[in-house]
């Protein structure tokens, strides 16, 4: 039976835009084996070499309940209409008990799902913070080297740390909603500083008129935000999913922002820090995965926990033996070893 991740079977295929190659190098890239690992870095380490500047990465959150799936299956098939080929990776909320995930983007995204020119991956969040899978980052780079110009990474929802995803995109949208009480209600002003483009949805029937005035409010609100004169204020549009009012509004809009990136430099200025944060964030994992593998801290979890629960240890006396059993297995080249 031949090697279903082979490097250099999964890189040709991926180049001639295979979906199964596709699959396949999207299932390496997010394995935790580390076998997988060392070969998702090889193939990795392949498709970055290539020059994939000219792609679109369209990051997509919002509060729940705005439409982000059916706003992106919607967007999704007028772009593929208009020639493109569109990569859709969605994020599931993961359980934080059973780590399960219930993976429906892509039954969310029926009409989309069924053009040739489309592919999505629904992913779990894991216990990753910021609505975004581990693999997300690598996943964009398989997509690009398929030929997917335009790439949509959809997040889990606004929250604290839902930050993330826009470490990693060109264009960072916010879709809201209307008649959901103040504007910012819900929405950290973190997440708004980030923005370059926000969507106020669900603008149809007797919603268009209320997301008209949300949409006229917002825009008050970011230039109260944007303090500085030289900030781009991002433009806020009504929009519908169900009628498809302002999704082509908005995906000039999105044009116009990286056309503005393309003219100031901005785009290899972001790209080139995406690559750094890049590198802290799979070192942080690295060491993460060390630490949850390391057989020195195992030993000593149980009663660690138990101590901690039952007030006979501060968790701030724990993590001191936590890290110090892991260094003993980094030093001494145990299984907790980094695997850098």
Same mark, same amino acid.
């Given at each position: 039976m031949p090697d279903p991740y082979n490097v250099d079977d /999964? /890189?040709?295929g991926i180049l001639e835009g295979s979906r199964p190659h596709v699959a396949r190098a999207i299932t390496l890239v997010e394995s935790k084996l580390p076998a997988h690992r060392e070969r998702a870095r090889e193939l990795l380490k392949r498709l970055a070499a290539r020059d994939q500047h000219n792609t679109i990465r369209l990051g997509i959150s919002g509060v729940p309940g705005a439409g982000k799936s059916t706003f992106t299956d919607a967007l999704g098939v007028r772009l593929v209409d208009d020639g493109h080929k569109v990569g859709v990776l969605a994020v599931d909320? !993961? !359980?934080s008990r059973t780590g399960g995930s219930i993976l429906g983007d892509r039954t969310r995204m029926a009409n989309l799902a069924s053009r040739e020119n489309a592919y999505i991956r629904p992913s779990p969040s894991g216990n990753h913070l910021g609505g975004v899978a581990r693999a997300t980052r690598e996943s964009m780079l398989v997509l690009e080297g398929a030929g997917f110009d335009v790439i949509i990474v959809e997040t889990v929802g606004v929250g604290q740390s839902?930050?993330?995803v826009s470490g990693m995109v060109d264009t960072f949208l916010l879709l809201g909603l209307a008649r959901a009480g103040d504007q910012l209600q819900g929405i950290k002003r973190g997440i708004l500083e980030m923005v370059d483009l926000i969507g106020i949805n669900k603008a149809?029937?007797?919603g268009e008129g209320p997301a008209r005035v949300a949409a006229r409010e917002m825009r008050i609100a970011m230039k109260l935000i944007s303090s500085a004169t030289e900030d781009r204020i991002p433009e806020v549009i009504p929009c519908s999913a169900y009628t498809g009012l302002g999704l082509d509004e908005l995906w000039q809009a999105v044009l116009r922002h990286r056309e503005g990136l393309e003219k !100031?430099?901005?785009i290899g200025e972001r790209r @080139?820090?995406?690559?750094?944060d890049w590198l802290w964030s799979? @070192?942080?994992?690295?060491?993460? !995965?060390s630490l949850r593998s390391s057989p020195a801290v195992g030993a000593i979890r149980a009663d660690l926990e138990q101590q901690i629960a039952t007030g006979h240890l501060s968790a701030l006396e724990g993590v001191g033996q936590v890290l110090d059993a892991w260094r003993s297995d980094v030093v001494d080249g145990h299984a907790g070893q980094l695997r850098l």
């Amino acid at each position: 039976m031949p090697d279903p991740y082979n490097v250099d079977d /999964l /890189l040709g295929g991926i180049l001639e835009g295979s979906r199964p190659h596709v699959a396949r190098a999207i299932t390496l890239v997010e394995s935790k084996l580390p076998a997988h690992r060392e070969r998702a870095r090889e193939l990795l380490k392949r498709l970055a070499a290539r020059d994939q500047h000219n792609t679109i990465r369209l990051g997509i959150s919002g509060v729940p309940g705005a439409g982000k799936s059916t706003f992106t299956d919607a967007l999704g098939v007028r772009l593929v209409d208009d020639g493109h080929k569109v990569g859709v990776l969605a994020v599931d909320p !993961s !359980s934080s008990r059973t780590g399960g995930s219930i993976l429906g983007d892509r039954t969310r995204m029926a009409n989309l799902a069924s053009r040739e020119n489309a592919y999505i991956r629904p992913s779990p969040s894991g216990n990753h913070l910021g609505g975004v899978a581990r693999a997300t980052r690598e996943s964009m780079l398989v997509l690009e080297g398929a030929g997917f110009d335009v790439i949509i990474v959809e997040t889990v929802g606004v929250g604290q740390s839902e930050v993330a995803v826009s470490g990693m995109v060109d264009t960072f949208l916010l879709l809201g909603l209307a008649r959901a009480g103040d504007q910012l209600q819900g929405i950290k002003r973190g997440i708004l500083e980030m923005v370059d483009l926000i969507g106020i949805n669900k603008a149809d029937g007797d919603g268009e008129g209320p997301a008209r005035v949300a949409a006229r409010e917002m825009r008050i609100a970011m230039k109260l935000i944007s303090s500085a004169t030289e900030d781009r204020i991002p433009e806020v549009i009504p929009c519908s999913a169900y009628t498809g009012l302002g999704l082509d509004e908005l995906w000039q809009a999105v044009l116009r922002h990286r056309e503005g990136l393309e003219k !100031s430099g901005g785009i290899g200025e972001r790209r @080139a820090q995406q690559q750094v944060d890049w590198l802290w964030s799979m @070192a942080d994992e690295e060491v993460r !995965s060390s630490l949850r593998s390391s057989p020195a801290v195992g030993a000593i979890r149980a009663d660690l926990e138990q101590q901690i629960a039952t007030g006979h240890l501060s968790a701030l006396e724990g993590v001191g033996q936590v890290l110090d059993a892991w260094r003993s297995d980094v030093v001494d080249g145990h299984a907790g070893q980094l695997r850098l």
